[in-house]
């Protein structure tokens, strides 16, 4: 089972949450778990509706490297 999923921010929303674009998928997600600052462009880590933590392009692609064989076939 995959629990975090990676994703790109793509704009800001209203009341601390962004739109994120993960995979195939756009979600909206709240802010409020992180204190850094998120813009569009930020590579981010998503849980349960909620941006656990802000990624440098080289950590979202290698955890998106090692989650595929990992979650394939995974809703």
Not at 2 to 13: F, M
Not at 35 to 40: E, G, N
Request: charge should be negative.
């Amino acid at each position: 089972m995959c629990l975090g999923t990676i994703g790109l921010v793509t704009a800001l929303g209203s009341a601390r949450c962004v739109q994120v674009r993960a995979g195939d998928r756009d979600i909206t997600v709240s802010l409020m778990a992180v204190s850094d600052a998120v813009r569009p462009g930020d590579w981010v880590l998503v849980h349960s509706g909620l941006v656990l933590a802000r990624l440098t392009e080289q950590e979202a692609m290698d955890a998106l490297e090692l989650r595929e064989p990992i979650c394939e076939g995974a809703p």
